[in-house]
């Protein structure tokens, strides 16, 4: 029994000289994942930065409509590069065979972003100068495609329906007026139209015949008539002259060449356009297309008695009129 108590007491005592344990605490949930922070005053990014570069990526193209095709090539794989590609193609491309003029190529394939994107009559105002200024043949184009870009013309029959909405013109400058807040410009639109002619020396045969005439003559007449009491008469008339006709002609036959020239004619619609800034290079007396926002109408000079306003947005000095 003494062995027993012994025994017991040897265990008891080791037990109190080892160390003593708290029960381990159940666990709460899943440790949270580190997180990355960002370097100081940078956002972060998630999505990998663009590299392409339009502006170098112009140099590679050989021709306008090469440049297209490149452009037209990349929409699958993205869309704004694409589309930035185009932009250059049409607004810093310098090519040995001329600008960018295929409209036909934007209204074929680019309807869709010639409808969606904010800056797309920027870049056919560039175009429609580029092809020498016919703003009226080359916006019935594209409105084929319902791109939202309207004609001078049709905002003012109807300016309460047109406000907000841009419209391309040709137009001459006739002055710029300053104020504190923004320069003004007032212009004249007008409208380009080719004109036939013919020069010597082609494969054209032409002939043309001219006629004048002219005629002079002299006449005399003498009459005389008597009557009785019962009322009855007798007369006589006698006249003589002479008239003398003359004629002439000249024709002329043989081969020309059949050739075109520009003429410019004033529609007769004025505007005061707003200019974010002078502008030095907008000179009086010469003529540019502009893109600008329609604003509505305005009392103006006789013998219209209403002027455009317009917010000015870009312009461009036409180049010499095509022919398709």
């Known amino acids: 029994m003494k062995i027993r108590l012994a025994s017991f007491a040897v265990a008891l005592a080791a037990a109190c000289a080892s160390p003593q344990r ?3 605490p159940l666990p709460n949930g899943p440790d949270a994942a580190a997180t990355e922070l960002a370097p100081s005053g940078a956002a972060h990014q998630t999505t990998k930065q663009s590299t392409f570069n339009a502006r170098v990526w ?11 095709a490149s452009a037209r090539a990349m929409r699958q794989s993205g869309p704004q590069h694409a589309w930035e590609a185009l932009r250059a193609c049409i607004e810093i491309g310098r090519f040995n065979r ?17 409808r969606a994107r904010p800056d797309a009559p920027r870049v056919v105002g560039q ?25 001078l013309g049709a905002a003012m029959k109807q300016p309460d329906v047109y406000k907000g909405r841009y419209v391309i ?9 300053m104020d504190e807040k923004n320069a003004t410009a007032l212009l004249a639109e007008t ?10 020396s082609g494969d054209v045969y032409v002939s043309s015949y001219n006629r004048s005439g002219s005629s002079s003559g002299s006449s005399t007449g ?27 002609g000249s024709s002329t036959s043989g081969f020309a060449k059949r050739f075109y020239e ?14 974010p800034e002078p502008d030095p290079f907008l000179e009086p007396g010469k003529e540019f297309v502009f893109v600008a926002r329609f604003d509505g109408a305005r009392p103006g000079n006789p013998p219209n008695g209403t002027m455009a306003a317009l917010t000015i947005m870009t312009y461009y000095s036409p180049g010499a009129l095509l022919l398709e």
């Open 22 to 24: 708290t029960a381990d």
């Open 58 to 68: 112009v140099g590679w193209q050989d021709t306008a409509m090469d440049c297209e």
């Open 98 to 114: 001329g600008p960018f003029t295929q409209i036909a190529l934007l209204t074929s394939y680019w309807d869709d972003e010639l």
């Open 127 to 151: 175009v429609i100068a580029n092809r020498g200024g016919d703003v009226d043949g080359d916006i019935s184009r594209l409105q084929k495609v319902r791109m939202p870009v309207f004609t």
């Open 169 to 177: 013109l040709r137009a001459r400058l006739f002055d710029v007026k």
């Open 191 to 200: 409208s380009m139209k080719p004109a036939e002619g013919l020069r010597d």
């Open 222 to 248: 003498s009459g005389a008539y008597q009557t009785d009491r019962y009322g009855s008469g007798r007369g006589s008339y006698s006249s003589s002259g002479e008239s003398v006709y003359n004629s002439s």
């Open 262 to 275: 520009n003429v410019v004619h004033a529609t007769g619609r004025q505007a005061l356009g707003k200019l």
